[in-house]
Each structure stands twice: as structure tokens, then as C-alpha cells.
């Protein structure tokens, strides 16, 4: 995560944000299947990409929906931390805990605010690290009743 959002300081060049358009696809490579791009237009959030194993875990593909075809909860979720990447038109990290099948998923995000005019966020990157990607055999699935984000303020 902290290397994306190096990358995404890299792409600013004195600007509040990076565009979209600062970014090729080999810049994002060590990231893809875990990473959405999402636009805003006229306040709704669109996903442009939705990640192959964001996909697999969620049981859903969104590439081209819109926020609200995600669950409620995740809905819910979803729109908080694209709420907030807005407002402050910086990185934003959480740790997100949601309840998914009576279960609990914790998972790190990263919000990467872009701007094609160097202002108005009008599309942003999110990262969901999800080590059961990378470690398999380690479980991320706990008992729990409830969903939380921990979002550290700056």
C-alpha cells in the first residue's frame, strides 16, 4: 500500500492531485486485481475497473455499475471512505471490518483522490489489501456481529 500511494505523491508534480491520466497501466501493475478505479459524475460514484479479486470476493463484478448495486452494508462502507477522499483530497487509509454471512472480513483500503483539474476529485484509485490474496493459508474470516472502520484522522 505505501508503495501505490508513493507513486500517487510521485504523479502529483506540485499539484493537490494526480490525473487519472499521469498514470499507464505498467505503473499500476503490482496492484491490479486488487485495485478499482472509480469516477464521480454529477455525485455518483461509478466503478470503471473493479478488481478480479475484489470481484471473487465479494461474488459480485461491478466494472461499469455504480455504487449502490453493492450491498447495503458494503454500500454503506464504500460511500464513507469515498465521502472522505473527497472532502480532504488526500490519501486515506482504513481498516474496514465489515460482517458479511454472520462472519467478519477486516481488510486495509487505500483511497487515492484524483483530479483532472487539480481541485475537483472526479475519479479515485482503491486499493483493497486483502492478505488472503497473498497468504492463503492465513484465514482473515472471524465470528464477530458487527462492522467498523477504523480511519485514523491526519
Not at 30 to 38: S, V
Not at 79 to 99: C, L, Y
Amino acid at each position: 500500500m505505501e508503495a501505490l500511494r508513493s507513486l500517487w505523491e510521485s504523479k502529483r508534480r506540485g499539484r493537490a492531485m494526480p490525473a487519472r491520466y499521469d498514470f499507464v497501466i505498467d505503473d499500476l501493475a503490482p496492484w491490479l486485481g486488487r485495485l478499482n478505479l472509480i469516477s464521480l459524475e454529477n455525485g455518483v460514484a461509478r466503478f470503471d475497473v473493479f478488481g478480479t479479486h475484489n470481484s471473487r470476493e465479494i461474488g459480485i463484478e461491478l466494472t461499469g455499475r455504480t455504487v449502490d448495486a453493492l450491498p447495503a452494508e458494503d454500500r454503506a462502507l464504500a460511500n464513507a471512505g469515498i465521502d472522505r477522499a473527497v472532502r480532504e483530497r488526500a490519501p486515506v487509509f482504513e481498516t474496514v471490518s465489515m460482517v458479511r454471512n454472520q462472519r467478519l472480513r477486516v481488510y486495509d483500503r487505500l483511497i487515492l483522490p484524483l483530479s483532472d483539474d487539480g481541485g475537483t476529485v472526479n475519479k479515485m484509485f482503491v486499493l483493497i489489501d486483502s492478505p488472503q490474496d497473498e497468504r492463503r493459508s492465513v484465514g482473515r474470516w472471524v465470528s464477530a456481529s458487527s462492522a467498523r472502520v477504523h480511519a485514523p484522522e491526519r
